[in-house]
């Protein structure tokens, strides 16, 4: 019914809108973390990220991405 179709719904959009918001939620920036440290870049810790980029810069933008879309 309706309630499997929107629990789907939700489920494929928190996965694939909230994913970027941590090293290991999206394969790519986990991959980027990794050559760049081989590389000898300093890239911030798992919280380092969260606290750095994904609260103050990503959070808002899928707000507003949500309130775009849905």
Known sequence: G??????????????????????IGNAPNFMVKAIAEDAGIKMPSFFG????????????CFVVVAFVFF
């Open 49 to 60: 990220y969260i606290f750095r980029w994904s609260l103050p810069i990503l959070a808002p």
């Open 2 to 23: 309706n309630l499997t179709e929107r629990t789907l719904l939700a489920i494929s959009c928190g996965a694939v809108f909230m994913g970027a918001n941590t090293y």
